[in-house]
């Protein structure tokens, strides 16, 4: 059944967008259907301009080739352009509309230059969430300033997403494992005490003596140091052997579900796959093109084998399965839009689907902090047994 309320939303949106003059920036949350509101705009455009040419930049092939097929099942693919956006800043276009899908990644350095190499009369961006860890959304919202914005809390209250539940689990790390984080927290504590130990700070501080040429011996030391206890920490409690067997009991548990496991490298990822046997592939960059297609279409067919996909990274953004329905976080940081990203890929609308989201966290350690961050303002439930999920 159609969703009248949602589209009634996004044409809302689509007329909010016109009536600042084309220029602007829609925020909401993933599963509420921001590619729609793009679609709405880009056929209404066609419509009064059949020659107009649209240029849609994106950040991943993943996402060209799910942008190409919707295009072409609204039939207005001869008058728009895909292209990714490693591609987009080096040449130069020229167009009518420009649409800028997931904004936020193009504050970086050398991203921020499609504002220059890009020639347009119109511009529509379109993220989960805007701000960026170090502060260059400033840059994206010069160029196109936020129009609207769709919390994920108001897409659970209409039933524009489906209802999910959240799970903080609490997996403990192998012995082995507590002591190496230990002596890499020590390494990070101290580092920090001797550049002044004030939180963000430092942070900022290290980085400044670490590219600074007039930085002394000492203080390139201490920075990199600091750096690496960072580095080392989140790699040690990310990548704990500890809990693979948890995943692998959770999988067991939810056997009819289609399932999502985010990890933080390459080889948890394939271990995971190993463990899991024949029901799980892992999907990361490492991969050829032609291999993750293959991996995708066998997770999104119900008749194979292939009910769990093991990535990193790589389906943070545009992975669209609406009958998954279980996601399993092995790994997670302290960024919201990582989080926002994540749970939409699990909460797609279908009916009667009750979708779960499990976070797995190691106690005592950093991974405590970051998703008291990245959850800040959500409703989540903190357990110590999977016997506790319902």
């Not at 987009?88 to 990644?105: F, P, R, S, T």
Request: net charge positive; proline share 3%.
């Amino acid at each position: 059944m159609k969703d009248s309320s949602r589209t009634s939303k996004q044409e809302e949106i689509v007329n909010l967008w016109r009536k600042a003059h084309g220029m602007g920036t829609v925020v909401a949350a993933t599963g509420f259907g921001k590619t729609r509101v793009a679609i709405i705009s880009i056929k209404r455009f066609v419509e009064v301009q059949p020659n107009v040419s649209i240029v849609i930049i994106v950040p991943t092939l993943n996402l060209k080739d799910q942008w190409i097929k919707e295009l072409q099942t609204h039939k207005v693919n001869n008058n728009c352009e895909v292209v990714i956006v490693n591609t987009a800043y080096k040449n130069k276009y020229k167009c009518g509309l420009l649409v800028l899908d997931e904004i936020h990644c193009y504050g970086a350095p050398q991203f921020k230059k499609i504002f220059k190499t890009i020639t347009y009369d119109y511009i529509l961006g379109l993220t989960a969430t805007i701000e960026r860890a170090d502060g260059k959304h400033d840059i994206l919202l010069e160029h196109c300033p936020i129009i609207a914005e769709v919390a994920i809390d108001e897409c659970h209250e209409k039933g524009w997403v489906s209802p999910y539940t959240t799970y903080n689990l609490e997996v403990p790390m192998l012995p082995e494992e507590v002591t190496a984080y230990k002596r890499a927290d020590g390494g990070f504590r101290r580092a920090a005490s001797l550049l002044g130990g004030n939180g963000g700070q430092t942070f900022r501080l290290a980085q400044q003596l670490i590219k600074d040429p007039r930085s002394t011996p000492e203080q390139k030391a201490a920075a990199g140091a600091y750096f690496n206890g960072i580095r080392q920490r989140g790699s040690i409690c990310k990548n704990s052997k500890a809990k693979l067997p948890i995943i692998k009991e959770i999988i067991t548990l939810f056997k009819d579900r289609k399932a999502l496991i985010f990890s933080d490298s390459t080889d948890f990822a394939d271990e995971l796959q190993e463990l899991l046997g024949e029901e799980c592939l892992s999907f990361h960059s490492k991969l050829t093109k032609k291999v993750r297609a293959e991996i995708l279409k066998k997770f999104k067919d119900g008749r194979t084998k292939q009910r769990v996909i093991s990535a990193v990274k790589a389906l943070n953004a545009g992975f669209d399965v609406p009958d998954c329905s279980l996601g399993i976080v092995a790994a997670g940081n302290s960024r919201k839009l990582d989080n926002i990203q994540r749970t939409g890929r699990i909460i797609r609308y279908v009916p009667g689907k009750q979708a779960i989201i499990i976070n797995l966290y190691a106690p005592d350690t950093q991974e405590v902090a970051w998703l008291t961050n990245r959850q800040e303002g959500q409703e989540v439930n903190w357990i110590k047994s999977i016997n506790e999920i319902n």
